[in-house]
């Protein structure tokens, strides 16, 4: 059983910053990549960033300037640096990992999503 817990969200003034935290948990044999994806009301699922393993990064065009993705392998994190945040950022923010379970066993697990609101 694997568990992928984020926190951090919250609302936030145009301008202000967030750190977004993402927390695997349970039968972890590897993790892989691990990325942020978000969803706004109406549309769907888009990614954010990405970090491997060996910590090479990147991240979409809109929020290139902005957001850095950083992870901490020895405590199976991943984060979401935010700022100069824009009501365009609001959406529910999703962790995603690909990890193995055991030498074979790979797949990618899902948080429950972290809301971010940037408004006045």
């Known amino acids: 059983q694997v568990q992928l817990v984020e926190s951090g969200g919250g609302l936030v003034q145009p301008g202000g910053s967030l750190r977004l935290s993402c927390v695997a948990s349970?039968?972890?044999?590897?993790?892989?990549?691990m990325d942020w994806y978000r969803q706004a009301p109406g549309k769907q699922r888009e990614f954010v960033g990405r970090?491997?393993?060996?910590?090479?990064?990147n991240v979409a065009d809109s929020v290139k300037g902005r957001f850095t993705i950083s992870r901490d392998n020895a405590k199976n994190t991943v984060y979401l640096q935010m700022s100069s945040l824009k009501p365009e950022d609001t959406a529910v923010y999703y962790c995603?990992?690909?990890?193995?379970?055991?030498?074979?066993?790979?797949?990618?697990?899902w948080g429950q999503g972290t809301q971010v609101t940037v408004s006045s």
């Open positions: 995603n990992a690909d990890l193995n379970t055991s030498w074979r066993n790979r797949a990618d697990y």
């Open positions: 349970g039968s972890i044999f590897r993790i892989n990549n």
């Open positions: 970090v491997t393993s060996s910590g090479n990064t």
